[in-house]
């Protein structure tokens, strides 16, 4: 089955630090990889996504590639800000036997100190 | 367009009451899905709808939940009767399709307190 690992939050940066959130996952078929984020008291909203192998994903300063060979989708930023502080998950979707196979991380908090 | 728009945004009862959540999609989206987010499952999906039809149940928990869409603009989530464990956010989102690339717009989320 489908499956996406993240790694354990929070992460606690101070700001203009740099950002890596990891991401790794398990699919059948060629899967597209999506970050969403979600914060405070709001639900959760598409940072960005990549649709196939070596595809670079992109918005608001971050960025993830999509790396067939080790599975993974790492989240970066240069340069956080408090602003950022947020709840982010990695997911992926599938489409099996014809039915659309959405599958979300745990999440990982990340808290920008000023 | 407001997004997708969940009612009530808080709700506490106490168990063994019934509880009805309530979804209204971003208009032209042919595709609703219901979450439900706990700190220790994450996010699990319950079900999802294509064209106001159920898709995928599988991941509704037992019989004492049930969902229904009976038109474009609107779906219900209920769960009949309440217990603790049922406490979480519970969110809706939608979509204009099934595709694979297609993105998720997620409603604000009913947070439930069940006592």
């Known amino acids: 089955g489908n499956s996406v690992t993240q790694m354990e939050g929070p992460v606690t940066l101070s700001e203009e630090a740099f950002l890596t959130i990891n991401c790794t996952y398990t699919?059948?078929?060629?899967?597209?990889l999506f970050w969403y984020v979600q914060y405070p008291g709001e639900g959760l909203q598409l940072l960005l996504k990549?649709?196939?192998?070596?595809d670079k994903g992109s918005n608001k300063g971050f960025e993830a590639t999509y790396r067939k060979e080790t599975t993974s989708f790492h989240l970066e930023k240069g340069s956080v800000q408090v602003s950022d502080s947020a709840v982010y998950f990695c997911?992926?979707?599938?489409?099996?036997?014809?039915?659309?196979?959405?599958?979300f991380g745990s999440g990982t908090r990340l808290q920008v100190q000023p | 367009d407001a997004g997708v728009i969940q009612s009530p945004r808080h709700e506490v009862t106490e168990m063994g009451q019934e509880v009805t959540l309530r979804c209204k999609p971003i208009?032209?989206?042919?595709?609703l899905f219901w979450y439900r987010q706990t700190m220790m499952r994450g996010l699990e999906l319950l079900i999802y709808?294509?064209?106001?039809?159920?898709?995928?149940d599988s991941g509704m928990p037992e019989d004492r939940f049930s969902a229904k869409m009976p038109n474009a603009s609107f779906s219900t989530l209920k769960i009949q009767p309440s217990e603790p464990r049922d406490s979480a956010v519970y969110f809706c989102?939608?979509?204009?399709?099934?595709?694979?690339?297609?993105?998720?717009?997620f409603g604000s989320g009913t947070q439930l307190s069940v006592l």
């Open positions: 709808f294509n064209n106001n039809v159920p898709i995928d």
């Open positions: 990549a649709t196939k192998a070596d």
């Open positions: 997911a992926l979707s599938t489409v099996d036997t014809g039915r659309r196979a959405l599958t």
């Open positions: 699919a059948t078929g060629y899967p597209s």
């Open positions: 989102a939608s979509s204009l399709g099934l595709g694979t690339n297609e993105k998720l717009f």
């Open positions: 208009s032209g989206h042919n595709s």
